[in-house]
C-alpha cells in the first residue's frame, strides 16, 4: 500500500527565506505527483504536476523536483511571502485515478 | 471558465435527514470525484465517475450515494449519517482519468456538520 509523508508537518520561517518542503512515498510505481495548497477551511489548488517521466517542473517562484527511484520529491519556494502561507500537500497518483495525499506541511510566513 | 463549484458552503443535519451535496463544472471535464477531509487530515477518495458512469467507490458507507446526472454536474446524497461524517466534503474534476489528463482542480468544499 502506497503511503506518503511529508516533512516537516510545521514550518515558521521570516519573509524573504527560500525554503524546501520534503514528501516521500514508498511505492515507486507512480503515475505523477501533485503539490497542492490549501487555505484553511478552503478546498486545494494545484501548484505543480510531475509527470514519472520528468525530473522537476517550475511556475514562478515554485520548482518541484521528483526523484522516483528514491521515492521523493522537493517544493522549493523562492524568496517567501505572508501570501505563501498554507498547507502544501503532494499526493502521488498509482493505480487507477487514485490519489494518495501526503498529511501536508502547514506553512508560516511571518512578515 | 476554469472553476468547480459546490453548493452549500455550509450545511446542518440530524441523523434522521435526507440532503444533497451539489458539484458543478463548465470545463468539459470527464472525471469527477468526491473527497472526505478531516479536520488536519489530508482528503479521503471516496467516489470516482469517469464519463458519468461510476469507476470508484472506496467502500463508502451506503448512507452516502453519488449521482452524475450529466457531465457537468456531480451530486452526493445523504442519509442516516452519523456525527462521525462531520467533515469538509470536497469535490474535484479532470479532464479525464488517462496520461496528461490528471490534474485535479477542487472545489471550495461544503462543510457539513451532523448533529
Known amino acids: 500500500k502506497q503511503e506518503v509523508t511529508q516533512i516537516p508537518a510545521a514550518l515558521s520561517v521570516p519573509e524573504g527565506e527560500n525554503l524546501v518542503l520534503n514528501c516521500s512515498f514508498t511505492?515507486?510505481?507512480?503515475?505523477?505527483l501533485q503539490w497542492f495548497r490549501q487555505d484553511p477551511g478552503k478546498g486545494l489548488t494545484s501548484l505543480l504536476l510531475?509527470?514519472?517521466?520528468?525530473r522537476e517542473q517550475t511556475s514562478g517562484r515554485l520548482n518541484a523536483s521528483l526523484d522516483k527511484s528514491s521515492g521523493r520529491s522537493t517544493l522549493y519556494i523562492a524568496a517567501s511571502q505572508p501570501g505563501d502561507s498554507a498547507t502544501y500537500l503532494c499526493?502521488?497518483?498509482?493505480?487507477?485515478?487514485?490519489?494518495?495525499f501526503g498529511e501536508g506541511t502547514q506553512l508560516t510566513v511571518n512578515p | 471558465d476554469t472553476e468547480v463549484t459546490q453548493t452549500p458552503k455550509h450545511l446542518v443535519m440530524g441523523m434522521t435527514n435526507k440532503k444533497s451535496l451539489k458539484c458543478e463544472q463548465h470545463?468539459?471535464?470527464?472525471?469527477m470525484y468526491w473527497y472526505k477531509q478531516k479536520a488536519k487530515k489530508p482528503p479521503e477518495l471516496m467516489f470516482v465517475?469517469?464519463?458519468?458512469?461510476?469507476?470508484i467507490n472506496e467502500s463508502v458507507p451506503s448512507r452516502f450515494s453519488p449521482e452524475c446526472p450529466n457531465s457537468s454536474l456531480l451530486n452526493l446524497h445523504l442519509h442516516a449519517l452519523q456525527p462521525e461524517d462531520s467533515a469538509l466534503y470536497l469535490c474535484?474534476?479532470?479532464?479525464?482519468?488517462?496520461?496528461?489528463?490528471?490534474?485535479?482542480?477542487f472545489g471550495p468544499g461544503t462543510r457539513l456538520l451532523v448533529l
Open positions: 474535484a474534476s479532470s479532464q479525464g482519468v488517462g496520461i496528461g489528463q490528471e490534474t485535479q482542480y
Open positions: 499526493a502521488v497518483k498509482t493505480s487507477g485515478s487514485r490519489l494518495t
Open positions: 510531475i509527470q514519472s517521466s520528468q
Open positions: 511505492d515507486s510505481a507512480i503515475y505523477n
Open positions: 470545463m468539459g471535464h470527464r472525471a
Open positions: 465517475y469517469s464519463y458519468e458512469k461510476l469507476s
